[in-house]
């Protein structure tokens, strides 16, 4: 899969780069895979969530002061197995779910709420197509999947009209859709990068309530180390809070419905601020990431229902992981 990117940048770096291509030290960062070789990574989303309802101290004195905390995370761990590699540098890779676990604590300790709709993934497959450049060409049955998923967090009685229970579909959303984000967005990839270089992307924003959002994202190739198995680009990333959101993202949920509990409960949230950093280990010469880990804190302010005159602020201090299993 690597064999013909890595002519086609041979050939762009003698055009481009000349005789200085050795001083500069250009770095070919691509995704490759081996027939018969499935690769096993373990993703973690969780997030802390700071509810103060009155940020200003204008409610009455019972209330000034009161903070809620909370927590929600997912763990999963999934398989990557390579199914085609076709002689133009296209491979199809089969996706297995091994396992989905949520785990949630609320301000009177852990939630005693049913399964969430995300762990209905475990077992779950879908394929997709990567070029080696990181680029997924094909989204068509990851995309069915997040949409079918979507549909199980309603409740089935709908006396009281269409609910939602809280779900963290978006945070799977924001491990799958997005491999290989840091190599994928690489504007010219076929020249290479160097130490130094940074180049722009759009990351998702999972949160607890329903809310479509993207943080903008600038990565630095910071470092070429040595590592047990190959040498490791260290992609450094930062990130803030994006004014538009692609309209090719996934939406899993469709038409008007209620969320329940606090985050359905609150009402037109507006983001303050969003602000983190991240590093990803990428190897180079086995082609395929290591480990990352994304954290960003953002800040929201939302209002009550019926005219009440408080705007509580939120803040969500999200960690993102994802690591390579032996």
């Known amino acids: 899969m690597k064999t013909i990117l890595t002519i086609f940048v041979l050939a762009s770096l003698i055009a481009v780069l000349g ?27 969780g997030r802390e969530i700071e509810v103060d309802w009155d940020p200003a101290k204008s409610a009455p004195k019972s209330s000034k002061g009161k903070i809620d905390k909370s927590s929600e995370s997912v ?20 996706a297995t779910c091994e396992s989905v676990k949520v785990k949630r604590h609320a301000p009177k300790g852990p939630q005693a709420a049913g399964k969430d709709a995300v ?34 967090p309603f409740r089935t009685d709908s006396r009281r009209g ?11 959303i924001a491990t799958q859709w997005f491999l290989w984000d840091s190599v994928s967005s690489i504007k010219k ?24 959002k993207a943080r903008d994202v600038t990565y630095t190739l910071d470092e070429i180390r040595p590592g047990e198995k190959g040498r490791l680009a260290v992609i450094n990333s930062s990130y803030s809070m994006s004014e538009s959101v692609p309209p090719d993202w996934p939406i899993p949920y469709s ?3 209620q969320m329940s509990g606090r985050f359905g409960f609150l009402k037109g949230y507006k983001v303050l601020d969003l602000q983190g950093r991240g590093q990803e280990l990428f190897n180079i010469d086995a082609g395929r990431t290591e480990q990352y880990n994304q954290q960003y804190q953002m800040q929201l302010e939302a ?10 602020r939120l ?12």
């Open 255 to 257: 038409g008007s419905f």
């Open 19 to 45: 005789c200085n291509g050795a001083a500069d030290q250009r770095q070919l960062l691509s995704v490759d895979f081996q027939q018969g070789q499935t690769l096993r990574y373990k993703f973690t989303s």
């Open 75 to 94: 763990d999963m761990v999934v398989a990557y197995t390579p199914v085609e590699i076709d002689p133009y540098g296209l491979t199809t890779v089969k």
């Open 119 to 152: 762990e209905g993934l475990k077992g779950k497959t879908f394929t997709f197509t990567v070029d080696p450049t990181g680029k997924i060409t094909d989204y068509s049955q990851l995309d069915e999947l997040i949409r079918d998923t979507g549909k199980k």
């Open 162 to 172: 269409r609910i939602k229970e809280p779900d963290m579909i978006g945070d799977f």
């Open 303 to 312: 209002s009550l229902p019926m005219g009440v005159d408080i705007n509580p």
């Open 315 to 326: 803040t969500i201090k999200q960690n993102l992981t994802m690591k390579i299993l032996e």
């Open 189 to 212: 990839p076929v020249e290479g990068i160097r130490v130094g270089q940074s180049w722009n992307s759009k990351l998702s924003v999972p949160v607890p309530m329903v809310m479509r």
